[in-house]
């Protein structure tokens, strides 16, 4: 009817008010949710799905009681163990297992063993498998944040660090229209600093975007640098009293790397897999809490009432049936445009 | 390999899955499978009394002006709502406009122009109710790829609004603000953007906070380079950069509540579209299937019911 979803997020919600509503003991509920896991596991992967990812353990779960979340550890130390014997599923279905979060909040044996399930895992190729544990969504963010940070400075150290080798003073042509750039790129704090008059002479940057100005009758080349000083030194050696028009300005400029969307999903924990089509929130709670934030902007929440223990085949055909059907609807509104 | 002949029964709750289930089916069953999706009998709000088949843009137009003059009376907060449980902030996505206009032949504009009124009704609803900010997600930026006689109507109309609204901003205390890519916005928009936000800045009643040419993934990466650029002036430290420090980049930084409490989408629509994003991390969804224009008091006050209705948790546990 319509084509499989290549990738389904869960949200598995609602372990331990099956344990209340079945009156086992605490840390049952989670047995039982691991056990549903390994159900739903195995049929996503016989309809076709490739990767699923599912929300173990948030960051924000460490608040709980020491008991359970040493129970929780605990369970994840003993269920990794499992999954990388000869006959579990891993082996059954090729699967590729990530540990996906802040891996340095777990305790150490269970971030030895999860880093160990990812080393032997790292030749499957059929399906994936993304665990989630320490993990939020803004967490993934500033992280991919500082990364990216760190990288641009990487870059422009890099790129400074050539072109004095060199001796030469140009910068690389881009042949985009700097105004629209700036426009675009340049942000407001970084902007009000630049119409300073000693803007040339100030650290300024905003991530290497040329800022073209005129200041009394002058175009002056504000060039927002890199992260070093002898940048800024650099730029004003060539922009100094420069009366260039805005094409000539074109010939001369220096790009500096700015930071783009493409930097920060590229150092995204889940960088690795493409974007969620589904995302299955069980026990009829309607939010994301803090799960794939950036990653499920598109993707529908399906929220069943079953708590996660409880979750069945016919849940997921329906969660997959709706995709196919607004999928469908979708692709049609594409081609109009 | 699933064996198609030992499945088990399909659940109750599942038994007409793609079909919206209307309100009295819901509650024969003790777990409806989606609380949220549902297909109203409460009526619907008709332009001229008489259902759809009359409806004419002269009518939408007659009707806006009879809605505004009905507005202007008390509004007390109804019964089945808790007045210590409301929300701060409530986010709405106005989906559906053109889906509406269709339903009845008419242009795409005339089903923004229905939305318009039903986004006019909301903001005093809100201010009579104590609710203090009210986000709208009125255009996204990827929504400038549509065709260009409709998004220079939207454009068009969105000044027409503000021009018609400012004196009540005034008059009620209400604060707009515009978040978002302004730049891809016509200029005369800008600019009246700029003296509305500037007239209205001290007001603390209410807040209306419109996502115009908006982006949840821009929001963050333009937070980035904000850091970015403390990073290299040295303001911060690398090792610095924190949830906090994001938050306060973010284009919410207008408002004292940057986080909504309350998300709503109308039309059916199961998802966020690229609309607010960090902002949305604990955020409770309610999904309505009416479309944007026929939204209205009652649908309201039900997602408040239901929103008023929920064990909040953060992660955490309620013991």
Known sequence: ?????????????????????????????????????????????????????VYAFSIENFKRKPEEVQCLMDLMLEKIGELLKEESVVNQYGIRLYFIGNLKLLSEPVR????????????????????????????????????????????????????????????????????GTIEHDVQGSCESSLSKSQALNTTIACNGVIRVEKKKGVILHAVQGSCEDKWDEVMSRTSNGVTEGVADSKKKQWMHPTIKLVDIEKNMYMGVAPDPDILIRTSGENRLSNFLLWQTTNCPLYSPSALWPEIGLWHLIWAVLNFQQSHYYFEKKRKQL | MICLLTLPPVPLELKSPLSFRTRAQQQQHSHPFSQ?????????????GGGTATTTVANVALSEHND????????????????????????????GNGRWAKQRGLPTSAGHQAGSRSLRELVEICCKWGIRVLTVFAFSYDNWIRPKVEVDFLMNLF????????QKFVSEGIRISVIGDSSKLPQSLQKLISEAEEKTKDNSRFQLIVAASYSGKYDIVQACKSLACKVKDGVIQLEDISESLVEQELETNCTEYPYPDLLIRTS???????????????????????????????????????????QRRYGARLS
Not at chain 1, 28 to 45: D, V
């Open chain 1, 1 to 53: 009817m319509g084509p499989i979803p290549n990738h389904i997020a869960f949200i598995m919600d609602g372990n331990r008010r099956y344990a209340k509503k079945q009156g086992m003991e605490e840390g049952a509920g989670h047995k039982a949710g691991f056990l549903a896991l390994m159900k739903i596991l195995c049929y996503c992967y016989e309809l076709g799905v490739k990767y699923l990812t």
């Open chain 1, 112 to 179: 030895v063993a999860a880093e160990k399930a990812m080393a032997a895992t790292a030749k499957n190729t059929k399906t994936v498998l993304l665990i989630c544990v320490a993990y939020t969504s803004y967490d993934e963010i500033v992280h991919a944040v500082q990364e990216s940070c760190k990288d641009k400075r990487n870059e422009i150290e890099a790129l400074y660090a050539s072109k004095v080798s060199n001796g030469v003073t140009e910068g690389v042509e881009e042949g985009e229209n700097i105004n």
């Open chain 2, 36 to 48: 949220t999706l549902r297909s109203h009998t409460v009526p619907h709000k008709t332009l001229t």
């Open chain 2, 68 to 95: 505004l003059n009905a507005a202007e009376e008390d509004e007390p907060l109804p019964a089945e709502l808790n007045e210590e449980l409301m929300p701060n902030h409530v986010a709405v996505i106005m989906d």
């Open chain 2, 159 to 166: 000044e027409r609004e503000i021009k018609s609204q400012m």
């Open chain 2, 268 to 310: 059916g629509e199961l998802r966020v579209s690229n609309f607010l994003l960090w902002q949305l991390a604990y955020t409770e969804f309610f999904f309505v299937k009416e479309l944007w224009p026929d939204f209205g008091k009652a649908e309201f006050v039900e997602a408040l019911i239901s929103f008023q209705q929920r």
